[in-house]
């Protein structure tokens, strides 16, 4: 069974201080009431508050992603709050960082909002920002704010990255005898939205000492719907992998199936993954299991969204799978790089064609 993660405690929210909406305080009140609270570092020559950021690069490249987020596309109110939004958008993008190798250096966020959006929203969604970057080590350097139509809100993040002298780890070095590893979870936050969109809610313990007495398949589902709200990514593990010999990397943001098969076919591969491997490792005796049953477990492994664990491929004989001491670092093994197979298929479970997950327009 693999472990449940760490996380940081969720902090106290600054946002119900101030329920007026953004219509009715300026441009500046809003920054005076964020900026506070974003924390730079020795990188960033020039932070928030001038027309650009200036952000060191040693290695002379930049390696850059951006995400968006839509409420109501990306989030629903009903169960994610904003500092939960924050949280989540931050994720996204070190995930596509860490995904080629490299470091970030410096995050620019954009909110563009309704005016009649509360000011409290727009702090604790700062914050989530600013708590889940300062976690991962992360500068936030600027971004831009505007207003929009009724009812729109809509954030989005650009990162900023350093390889530090490191190739890139693209989607296109794959190759026959690499063993697929995974590094963090499975289907569990496609687990929490299957939940969630079932009518379910976390429950609201009373002490801790009552949530530990809960039964153990509402922990589970709880922390199912956690997962989903806010997924985490272990950002320190793309570099070491890309130090380490991976020959190629993926952010699992769209389904094990739909990312490794982006890998499969920008390599001109067959990603060959074990059924056995993801039940032993990713559905018995885990909250999926747990919460769902073994088959919808299985589903959310191989097609659940937003995860942002990071798909590699390594050699074979690499030190990093084959001596794994530190579980901070661990990849667990998934199957095997195969050549491209007759009928086109670039990802298979026990060689039988595999797909699905999220696509941002079809669903």
Known sequence: MRPTEGRPDRPKRRGAGWPQPLSEVDEEEVLRRIFPNLRTGPSVLIGPGDDAAVVIQPSGSVVATTDTMVRGQDWHDEWSDAHDVGSKLVTQNLADIAAMGAVATGLLVTLAADPQLPLGWAVDFADGVADTAAWDGVPVVGGDLSSAGAGTVMVSITALGDLQGR??????????????????????????????????????????????????????????????????CSVSSGPLAAD????????????????????????????????????????????????????????????????????????????????????????????????????????????????GGWDHFSG
Not at 167 to 178: F, H, K, N, Q
Not at 199 to 222: C, I, K, N, Q, Y
Not at 271 to 294: I, K, N, Y
Not at 313 to 326: G, R, S
């Open 244 to 355: 380490r010999g991976a020959t190629a990397m993926i952010d699992l943001s769209d389904g094990l199936a739909r990312d490794a098969a982006r890998i499969g076919r920008a390599s001109g591969v067959c990603l060959q993954l074990s059924r056995s491997r993801l039940v032993a490792d990713f559905v018995e005796d885990t909250p999926l299991e747990m919460a769902l049953g073994a088959q919808r477990a299985l589903h959310h492994v191989l097609t659940g969204g937003e995860e942002h664990s990071l798909l590699a491929t390594f050699p074979a004989d690499c030190p990093l799978i084959t001596q794994q001491t530190d579980p901070d670092v661990h990849w667990w093994v998934i199957g095997e790089v195969v050549a491209a197979t007759p009928d086109g298929a670039h990802v298979t479970l026990d060689g039988e064609p595999v797909s």
């Open 167 to 232: 190739r890139p780890v693209l989607r296109s070095g794959a190759r026959v005898g690499d063993v697929v590893a995974v590094h963090g979870s499975l289907g569990e936050s496609g687990g929490g939205l299957e939940l969630y969109l079932a009518g379910e809610r976390p429950t609201r313990w009373a002490s801790v000492h009552e949530a530990l007495a809960a039964a153990e398949v509402d922990r589970a589902r709880d922390h199912l719907m956690w997962v989903h709200r806010t997924p985490t």
